[in-house]
């Protein structure tokens, strides 16, 4: 199952959103990292961003943003830990992460199978008719709704989807039209598919509010586990500031993936 019920029969769910995209990224390694150590609560987190292009940890900014456009729509560019390829984040678009300690055998793509079959068991439920086109793509009639990606380490797993709940897919286009353009290089470029989002798949206004209820009933439903809401310890509090401080707020990690 998604997050190996037969272990954790409950998780902590963290429905925690910063301000600042830098801070958003920053707790996403935190997370990872406390898998590894002990007190540990494996957690389901739902987020927001500020409108953001997240890439991907080994992504070249400038092969897959409009940095102009960037510049004068006030969009924030940053850079993730996970791989993968860029994505647009606004208001409309909600994240969905899930960490816990990695389990031995287990493969990436296995990993994207199961967790996306909670986006795929919600959308059902909104009268849907999505797939999963893999790697890590949820798509509804042809039209990217959800992407995810992952990161495995010694002894974590972290992974994380953005799912096009009401999201301004004019400025996704905008943002992220150099990743259209075929680049020889030897670092990852993003794969491009035409996008939706759930507002406009099932016709119907939702907001993000809504659909964060329904996803983690669809979590708690397709997993047998149980969702308590939780908080943040001190120390992942600590250890968010000194990175965000240190890496994801600094220019040399957002452009060149690197930090001092």
């Known amino acids: 199952m998604v997050i190996q019920t037969s272990t954790y029969a409950h998780v902590r769910l963290l429905d925690l959103s910063y301000p600042s995209p830098y801070q958003n990224l920053a707790l996403e390694e935190v997370l990872a990292r406390g898998c590894e150590f002990s007190p540990f609560s494996a957690t389901v987190r739902l987020w927001v961003n500020p409108p953001t292009v997240v890439v991907g940890r080994f992504q070249d900014v400038k092969a897959e943003v409009d940095l102009d456009t960037c510049k004068k729509n006030e969009i924030h560019v940053a850079r993730r830990f996970t791989g993968g390829g860029a994505v647009f984040h606004d208001e409309g678009n909600l994240n969905f992460t899930i960490a816990t300690r990695r389990l031995e055998g287990i493969t990436l793509q ?112 397709f997993t047998g586990t149980s969702s308590e809401r939780g908080n943040l310890s001190s120390y992942e509090n600590s250890e968010m500031i000194a990175l965000h401080t240190e890496k994801y707020s600094t220019f040399e990690w957002n452009f060149h993936g690197y930090c001092k």
């Not at 795929?120 to 995810?148: C, D, T, Y």
């Not at 099932?202 to 983690?216: D, Y």
């Open 110 to 221: 296995r990993i994207h199978e199961n967790n996306c079959a909670v986006i795929l068991h919600v959308l059902k439920n909104l009268g849907l008719e999505p797939i999963l086109l893999p790697p890590n793509s949820v798509q509804v009639s042809g039209r990217k709704i959800a992407g995810a990606a992952a990161a495995l380490g010694r002894g974590y797993l972290l992974w994380h989807a953005s799912i096009l709940v009401s999201t301004d897919t004019r400025m996704l286009n905008q943002v992220l039209s150099p990743s259209r353009i075929d680049v020889h290089t030897s670092l990852i470029r993003s794969r491009w598919h035409p996008v939706t989002t759930v507002e406009d798949a099932i016709a119907k206004r939702i907001n993000i509010r809504e659909f964060k209820n329904q996803l983690q009933e669809s979590f708690e439903e």
